[in-house]
């Protein structure tokens, strides 16, 4: 991850806005985030010069209840971005996940198995489309490697809901670099599923 956008609403009778602030130890490598406020929502986003990866803690949000005993309203996530892409957001028991890049949630039918499809197009350039299946909730790596072995990037680590997703790869590695042609291969692990699949990319 290298940036992150959202916007978050709420009924203004409820609750105030009153700023955000990077979790943890992130407020010492990306800052604090730059937040804009107005009546019943609050827009956030922010960069940081390294990338981040794994779990945990991203963004904390402050309010003010200005209801009395008995009001409530509900928070909305908005048009939530990671790296300008267009993530899936779901909430399920109470866990907000936010899929990494520009994982979507392509069909609403629950898929019988795990399965990873041949990208497409390929060859590609400069882009191409993986399709996958998660017949139950999962921890979700996609790895890019070179014909070495060599990991270029990853694309996907997170925890995802049930589903069939689509994930596009720009022809980049983890510093956001154009990689150069050849054949990459890419390797999802999620539960005990494991598969790799070759690709080439043609410039």
């Not at 956030?44 to 209801?67: P, T, Y």
């Amino acid at each position: 991850i290298y940036s992150y956008g959202c916007k978050l609403t709420f009924d203004s009778n409820v609750l105030e806005a009153t700023g955000a602030s990077s979790a943890g130890s992130l407020s010492e490598t990306w800052g604090a985030p730059t937040a804009s406020t107005a009546s019943g929502e609050i827009q956030i986003g922010a960069a940081g010069s390294s990338a981040l990866a794994g779990s945990g803690d991203l963004l904390w949000v402050n309010f003010h209840v200005k209801g009395g005993n008995g009001t409530s309203t509900t928070i909305h996530f908005d048009n939530f971005m990671f790296n300008e892409g267009s993530p899936a957001a779901t909430t399920v028991d109470g866990l907000f996940t936010v899929s990494e890049g520009n994982a979507i949630n392509k069909e609403n039918e629950i898929p019988k198995e795990f399965s990873i499809s041949q990208n497409y197009p390929n060859p590609f350039n400069p882009s191409t489309k993986i399709k996958y299946s998660l017949p139950q909730n999962s921890q979700v790596n996609i790895t890019i490697y070179n014909i070495n072995g060599k990991v270029v990037e990853t694309i996907i680590n997170n925890f995802q809901m049930q589903g069939t997703y689509e994930i596009n790869w720009q022809g980049t590695d983890n510093e956001n670099h154009k990689v150069p042609s050849g054949i990459y291969f890419y390797r999802i692990e999620a539960g005990h599923f494991i598969e790799i699949r070759k690709m080439t990319l043609v410039k």
